[in-house]
């Protein structure tokens, strides 16, 4: 089956610090992979997606994505948190089988204290 | 992009009664999905809503509990059949186009209570 696995309940990470979120992915075939995020009483953002081309991939609010196919990860990043920075993160991922659906992960919340 | 209007944009329901959500988008789309959400929780794919044809629904929810219907490419309405406190969650309609590297968006989502 087709899956993504965020290890994480909780981050918790300084303003001015560097943040990670992590993801893991099971997928047959070519993995496509996104992140969302989720502010309070808001709805679901696209931050960013892999689809294909280089490791690292950039998205909205100064975050970016590593993919590492030989650790089937696709870690969320930023150099520099920001308290706005803290809500709730989602690793998906597309599934072709079956249709054109997005599965998500667990979610991981982020609280970055000033 | 994609905008979608969501209502109601919440609800308290009493135990047996039917609710039904609507998602209209300012575009025509192709795809377009039902998830649930537990508050703070992840999201779970009820089913695909296809236009002109039966929803496609995934493991675990049935079309008896969870009609959905889909006139056209911009509308697409969920009905909670029977509710029963278990169906207290927030209630999402995505769209999205049929290609791989394409993005979601979402609706601002249906909080549904029922006692």
């Known amino acids: 089956a087709q899956s993504v696995a965020q290890p994480e309940d909780q981050v918790n990470v300084a303003e001015g610090n560097p943040l990670t979120v992590k993801c893991t992915y099971s997928v047959s075939g070519n993995p496509y992979l996104f992140w969302y995020v989720q502010y309070p009483n808001r709805g679901l953002q696209f931050l960013l997606k892999?689809?294909?081309?280089?490791?690292l991939v950039k998205g909205s609010y100064g975050f970016e994505a590593e993919f590492n196919k030989s650790q089937t990860s696709f870690h969320l990043k930023k150099p520099s948190a920001l308290v706005g920075d803290s809500a709730l993160y989602f690793c998906?991922?597309?599934?072709?089988?079956?249709?054109?659906?997005?599965?998500f992960g667990a979610g991981t919340r982020l609280f970055v204290k000033a | 992009s994609a905008v979608i209007s969501q209502k109601p944009s919440r609800d308290i329901c009493q135990r047996g009664t039917s609710l039904t959500i609507q998602c209209q988008v300012d575009?025509?789309?192709?795809?377009m999905f039902w998830y649930r959400q537990q508050p703070g929780q992840s999201l779970t794919l009820i089913a695909t809503a296809n236009q002109g044809s039966e929803a496609t629904y995934e493991s675990g929810f049935v079309i008896d509990k969870f009609p959905i219907s889909r006139p056209n490419l911009t509308f697409s309405t969920l009905t909670v059949s029977n509710m029963s406190p278990e169906d207290s969650s927030i209630y999402l309609c995505s769209v999205g186009e049929p290609t791989v590297n394409e993005k979601l968006f979402f609706g601002s989502g249906t909080q549904l209570s029922v006692l």
């Open positions: 575009s025509q789309v192709t795809m």
């Open positions: 892999y689809i294909t081309g280089d490791n």
């Open positions: 998906a991922v597309r599934v072709t089988t079956g249709g054109f659906k997005t599965i």
